[in-house]
């Protein structure tokens, strides 16, 4: 596990919300960043170190991370970053297409002006990304692409499930995406999500939402 020397001092600083709050939010960003590797045991003095706290809120931050899914704690040993199975992935990949696609349906009803040109933008800046050669800030345009239409759908039930979901899938998904030709592909989906958003088409939202997210499947399937 890397030491960011700079993460100590923002946490220091930023002590608006709960400590524990603050210091589960930093170990979420290290695990899906792949800072901490999955399978990787979270070592509690070294990080207390780096955050600048005690022990008992990364503990604490451990114990939330796991009802969550992204770590695992074991008896006598300590708490690991979970590393997923395939069969684990797959079935995650399987319950988010059902979420993508009703989110995308939904936002398709109720979508105005004003999100259909945000979630171009979103596209915009993911083919930037693309012909620049960044795939860690495509990485990271995608996550917020989805989420924006995820709290855009209005259905703040399945919003929370598609997220949670997301968290897991997110241990995994640095292997799908990868490569110009991979990024690209993944952006025609986006497309095709968006273009039916625009038009109201909600059945054809559902389809190109689900669709999107069981390439990302396959994808996953064709790198083991």
């Known amino acids: ?46 990080l207390a170190e780096q955050l600048g706290v ?15 899914g992204l770590v695992t704690a074991v008896a006598n040993e300590g708490v690991y970053v979970r590393k997923l199975s395939v069969d684990d992935a797959l079935e995650l990949y399987d319950l ?37 050669g960044d795939e860690a800030a495509y990485f990271e345009i995608n996550l917020a692409f989805h989420d924006r239409i995820a709290e855009a759908a209005g259905s703040e039930r399945a919003r929370a499930l598609y997220v949670a979901l997301g968290k897991e899938v997110r241990l995994m998904r640095r292997r799908v995406l990868h490569g110009a030709p991979a990024l690209a592909r993944s952006n025609m989906e ?25 390439h990302g499947k396959k994808r996953l399937l064709d790198t083991l």
Do not use: W
Request: charged share 35%.
């Open 54 to 68: 005690s022990r008992a809120p990364v503990r604490e931050a451990a114990r939330s991370l796991e009802r969550e």
């Open 96 to 132: 988010r297409a059902l979420m993508a696609g009703h989110l995308c349906a939904a936002l398709a009803r109720r979508a105005d002006a004003a999100i259909k040109s945000e979630l171009r933008d979103f596209m915009a800046r993911m083919d930037r990304a693309i012909t620049a």
């Open 190 to 214: 986006h497309d095709r999500i968006v273009t039916a958003i625009e038009a109201g088409d909600a059945e054809a939202a559902r389809v190109a939402g689900a669709g999107h997210h069981e």
């Open 1 to 46: 596990m890397e030491i960011d020397q700079d993460i100590r001092h923002a946490t220091m600083f930023k002590r608006q919300r709960p400590l524990v709050l603050e210091v589960r939010d930093e170990l979420e960003r290290m695990i899906l960043h792949g800072d901490i590797a999955p399978g990787e045991r979270l070592n509690e003095y070294a």
